[in-house]
């Protein structure tokens, strides 16, 4: 059996972007409750946010088939990420980049 893995970049301290990183990892959890759900930090404090550091960082302690990076504020549709992980499963494709 394939196993799926979110990674979901993320540093902020505004409050309206931590209520919607709140929201999508919510969303997350409850649409794919067997999907681990990283959340990746770039290991900064301060500074502008480096979101592919912070994808490289996590993606060595995701142990799953398929791994999905996902934006912290950005709702995936409904069956988007499933079929994305099953083009993968079947071999169609290496990697997808949704929208």
Not at 19 to 27: C, N
Not at 52 to 79: E, F, P, Y
């Amino acid at each position: 059996m394939t196993t799926v893995g979110v990674c979901i970049p993320f540093r902020s301290d505004d409050p309206e972007r931590i209520r919607l990183f709140d929201w999508v990892t919510e969303r997350w959890d409850t649409l794919h409750p067997k999907w681990p759900c990283i959340i990746a930090t770039d290991g900064e404090t301060e500074g502008p946010f480096n979101r592919s550091r912070a994808v490289n960082r996590a993606v060595g302690n995701i142990r799953t088939d398929i791994l999905l990076i996902a934006d912290a504020d950005i709702m995936v549709q409904h069956g988007q990420a499933e079929a994305i992980a099953a083009a993968i499963e079947r071999g169609n494709v290496p990697w997808v980049v949704g929208y």
